[in-house]
């Protein structure tokens, strides 16, 4: 009776000093270092993960739905980073869990440990992995409803540009504000946000600019907003 195959498993090259992977007669070299077992064991992982074929049947494992998704339809979205993120996320909780499991009680413990903008976006993507994989890779007997957190409330106005001159001019004109804390405009929107770090700002006045002032103003009139000194710095 032939033996059994061993699974893909940790092998230390003690020669070279690094750990490969030995699966059946093939060793992958990983290039990581003896003293690195824990890169070790997620770069196996990893391997096992591209190795595994998600099994059919009436009643698959969650796990397997997310992985053909972020497989087969993830490279052709523009959002996959967030998606794959919010994969992320449902593995962690819904992984060893199978398709008939998808219960409203399954769904509100879920939400429970999430906020609530946050659950629903993981739902949804776990709602339309489902779709896919009941469309393109094995018909379900059907395909269980998710109970989700409502969505949210949508925002009521931005601030109008005198509101916002307001805003930037009652900042420059606070006492305790030196020099080095007076908010400044970059021209990228990534150091623009960064601006209002200081810890002396006004209470709220952070968060009023980060989200309100960058959506509603372009950079030629959150400059012609600046005092003269800040315009020039700019």
Known sequence: MPRRRAPPRLYLDRKRGQWVIRDGGAFIRTSIAEADREAAENRLAH??????EPGRGPDPLIADVLL???RERLPHIRTAR????????????????????ITPSNCLSYAENRTPAAARRDLE?????????????????????????????????WLTR????????????????ND???????????????????????????????F???????????????PDADRRAT
């Open 47 to 52: 391997y096992l993960g591209k190795k595994h």
């Open 68 to 70: 053909v998704y972020a």
């Open 82 to 101: 967030k998606v794959a993120y919010n994969i992320g996320s449902l593995s962690k909780w819904w992984s060893d869990k199978r398709v008939s499991q």
């Open 125 to 157: 993507v776990l709602s339309a992995a489902l779709r896919w994989w009941h469309k393109h890779r094995e018909a379900l007997p059907s395909v269980p409803p998710l109970v989700m957190p409502p969505k949210s409330e949508p925002r009521d106005r």
């Open 162 to 177: 005198n509101e916002a001159a307001r805003l930037l001019w009652a900042a420059r004109h606070t006492e305790h504000l």
């Open 180 to 210: 080095s804390q007076r908010p400044s405009v970059s021209p990228h929107r990534q150091n623009f946000s960064g601006c209002c770090r200081p810890p002396h700002y006004p209470p709220g006045f952070a968060s009023v600019f980060r």
């Open 212 to 226: 309100y002032l960058f959506p509603v103003l372009s950079e030629p009139m959150l400059t012609s907003c600046l």
